[in-house]
């Protein structure tokens, strides 16, 4: 039972993860890029969680207490990315990833 | 009061002193260099006067004070002052000579605006010079004897600004030298075969018995004693510097240089300079004497060259046109006469023969010097004439120098000098010769001398010039009165009957007369052959004095070819010119090829050497090093363009490629089975 549902729960986060990878690579609004990103980012937060709960030894709070770390570091990548995204609007007027090519080598 | 011989030094550092000041003094300081230089002669003269009475007081004893000069690692170089009657009587006669011709430069120069320089070369000259006389070193006698070779081109060319000078500047520099080679090199054999150049060294100096015996025991080259190779060295110096055959060529045309200079050096002190050597080193050049395997003797040379000069300048001044050239080939032929005297033996004759002649050599030159300064620098007897007249005084002592010279019986000192030469060379057992060409040669004097005096003085003026020539002022009449008198009284002290100055330079206290009239023949001879030699002079020139400036010598009119040849003087200059001067010029030529095409070309080898070295450097670093590196980059430039490719600056590609990387990896993973 608790192997299935830790398929179970692999299987959420894997279809999470698809998602978001493919809202990341079909959209080119820098922002929906960024919730796609935050998306997959969960994936990997659900599989914590999942592995914590069903694996052999659950040793007390270690998964929730990574995935609270994970969350904080999320918000500040989203507050980064964010601001990114703000300064490449003021650079050129939109936030089309296909057209913020300045780092072309 | 005489002088200790450690001071001797006194009597050229005086001048040479007065040289130095003159040599600081500016052009317009004109007083206070002849001021000096006559002072410092004056000074000098009064001394050498001390140093002869201390030398006459024993003259058999040659004084010497030695030092050493530097040291050479073991050996010492030493000089010294030598006093002995021969260098007394000598510095006595240049002083006073000096002193006088330096008085009459201040007349003749008067107009001259290198005055103060003038002066200079002149005390530079006289201190060279009395150098040359109390030097106790064949070393320090050979710097003085290139010193005044130094004063003598100077001199020679002070009116530099005339090529004519210049040039006979650099002739007489350079003709000396060729003797000078000589004396040097005969110099260092003595050094390499005795290790000392000092003349007296109690016992050991090179004129002293036992290094001149050991000298004369050596045989070298051909057969010839060492002293006598090395004296045949030391006699080119005195050759080149008395103007002996064959290097007699600069004499006559040192007469370019100012007039005083040519009675000081070319007449009266620096051509005796090497007969003065001849004499000093006389022991040297007389110890073969006893040898009798040996070819020739070194004073037969002497003689032989002395007896061809005497003849060859009495010959030559007959054709002469200029007063002063009359006079310099005079001065030849009279170096010849002392040269003759020294090489038959008798040195004394010699040194005689020259103190009367530096008295009235340098009053003929003077008075050479009077009648050009007077006839405004016209040198040429056939545009002068008439002269008797307006400078009385000047002929007058011309005149008594004339008969001084050509050796007019009796009065005159000349006479008795010459008498004395002539009565040596009869007595020579060894060659007949040098007395024939002796003889020859008085009548050819007394004969050249009446040509001068009837041309310059006697006749009408014949130029300009010469009509308006007038008598000199005293500053230059006084030294030819002067003059004059020593060269009539200075006879006295060397006749057979009271051969005192013989006696003294001999080393004798005592006189030893013959009668006045010893070897009467001989001097009757000799006073008919003057007699001859005035009687046609005075026949030919001055019965019918010469007219116009163009009319033909008398001379020339009865065998011109030849007096032509003996205007060109025989042609020496041109035999040097076609012979000495072609060759040095072919060596020049030679020495230029081998430096414009053998060195040259090696030089332009080791250039092309050099840029070939050059070449394959720099190929070597541009292409194998530089290349090397320029590709290395280059690939590592266009690796990184490859790459810089995968930078596209797209972030979604970048997020693809990162999404089929994990998706690779996870089914790597996956099929792998790992675990």
């Known amino acids: ?105 | 009061m005489t002088l200790p011989i450690q001071l001797l030094w006194v009597i050229p550092a005086l001048p040479l002193l007065a040289a130095s000041i003159g040599a600081l003094t500016p052009r317009s300081g004109r007083k206070l260099a002849a001021g000096t230089a006559i002072v410092a002669m004056a000074a000098a003269f009064l001394v050498s006067c001390s140093a002869l009475l201390g030398a006459l007081a024993e003259p058999a004893k040659h004084a010497f004070y030695n030092f050493a000069w530097f040291d050479l690692g073991a050996s010492s170089v030493r000089l010294g002052w030598l006093l002995d009657p021969l260098t007394a009587f000598m510095c006595v006669m240049v002083t006073f000579v000096g002193l006088l011709i330096f008085i009459f430069s201040t007349g003749y120069l008067r107009e001259d605006e290198n005055f103060a320089r003038f002066f200079c070369f002149l005390s530079l000259f006289a201190a060279a010079m009395l150098g040359l006389l109390v030097a106790n070193s064949l070393l320090l006698l050979f710097v003085c004897w290139e010193l005044v070779g130094l004063a003598s081109y100077l001199l020679i060319g002070f009116w530099f600004h005339k090529p004519a000078a210049a040039a006979a500047a650099k002739k007489a520099f350079i003709t000396t030298r060729i003797g000078d080679l000589g004396l040097l090199l005969g110099m260092l054999w003595l050094y390499d075969s005795t290790g000392s150049l000092l003349f007296y060294d109690a016992g050991q100096g090179i004129l002293e018995p036992d290094t001149l015996g050991a000298l004369a025991a050596q045989t070298t080259i051909g057969g010839l004693a060492v002293s006598t190779a090395i004296g045949l060295l030391v006699f080119c110096g005195a050759i080149g510097k008395s103007g002996q055959f064959p290097l007699q060529v600069w004499l006559p045309d040192a007469m370019e240089g100012p007039t005083p200079v040519s009675a000081l050096i070319h007449a009266a002190t620096m051509v005796a300079a090497g007969v003065f050597l001849i004499a000093r080193v006389y022991p040297l050049m007389a110890a073969d004497q006893a040898l009798a395997g040996v070819p020739f003797h070194a004073l037969t040379v002497v003689a032989g060259i002395g007896a061809i000069t005497a003849l060859l300048g009495a010959v030559i001044a007959v054709g002469q046109n200029d007063i002063k050239r009359v006079l310099a080939f005079s001065t030849v032929s009279q170096l010849g006469y002392m040269m003759l005297a020294l090489g038959v033996g008798s040195w004394t004759a010699a040194i005689f023969h020259l103190l009367t002649h530096a008295f009235f050599k340098a009053l003929l030159f003077l008075g050479a010097g009077s009648v050009i300064h007077a006839a405004h620098h016209e040198q040429d007897i056939r545009l002068l004439g008439g002269l008797r007249g307006p400078m009385r005084l000047t002929f007058l002592t011309f005149a008594i120098g004339t008969m001084a010279l050509a050796g007019v019986p009796f009065l005159f000192s000349g006479f008795w000098s010459k008498e004395g030469i002539l009565h040596a060379a009869h007595g020579w057992s060894v060659s007949p010769l040098p007395l024939y060409a002796g003889l020859a040669a008085v009548v050819l004097t007394a004969f050249y001398m009446t040509r001068l005096v009837a041309e310059v003085f006697f006749g009408s003026p014949r130029s300009h010039s010469a009509e308006h020539a007038h008598e000199n002022p005293a500053v230059m009449t006084a030294p030819l009165t002067l003059l004059a008198v020593c060269a009539v009284a200075l006879g006295f002290v060397g006749t057979p009957a009271w051969p005192w100055l013989q006696a003294r330079l001999n080393g004798q206290t005592a006189v030893y007369g013959h009668s006045l009239l010893e070897g009467g023949g001989l001097m009757i001879l000799s006073i008919v052959l003057v007699a001859l030699g005035l009687g046609a002079g005075w026949a030919i020139y001055a019965r019918r004095p010469r007219v116009s400036q163009t009319s033909v010598d008398p001379l020339a009119a009865n065998a011109p070819r030849l007096f032509a040849a003996l205007g060109a003087r025989l042609g020496f200059d041109e035999f040097y010119a076609a012979t000495f001067g072609r060759m040095t010029a072919a060596t020049a030529t030679f020495a230029d090829g081998l430096d414009r095409y053998v060195f040259d070309g090696a030089i332009r080898f080791l250039i092309r050497l050099g840029e070939f070295a050059g070449l394959v450097n720099r190929e070597t670093d541009e292409d194998l090093l530089n290349g090397g590196f320029d590709a290395g980059s280059e690939a590592l430039r266009s690796a990184g363009k490859g790459y810089s490719r995968a930078q596209t600056g797209d972030a979604h590609s970048y997020l693809r490629v990162a999404a089929i990387g994990f998706v690779l990896l996870v089914l790597i993973i996956m099929l792998g089975g790992l675990r």
């Open chain 1, 1 to 105: 039972m608790s192997a299935n549902s830790l398929q179970l729960c692999l299987l959420f986060s894997s279809a999470l993860f698809c998602i978001g990878l493919t809202a990341a690579l079909s959209r080119s609004n820098a922002i929906l890029v960024l919730l796609g990103i935050e998306l997959m980012l969960n994936a990997a937060n659900i599989n914590f969680i999942a592995f914590w709960r069903f694996g052999p030894t659950p040793a007390p709070a270690t998964g929730v207490l990574f995935v609270l770390f994970s969350i904080a570091v999320a918000a500040a990548e989203a507050a980064v990315g964010l601001a990114l995204v703000i300064a490449i609007y003021r650079h050129q007027k939109n936030i089309r990833l296909q057209e913020a090519t300045s780092l072309k080598g």
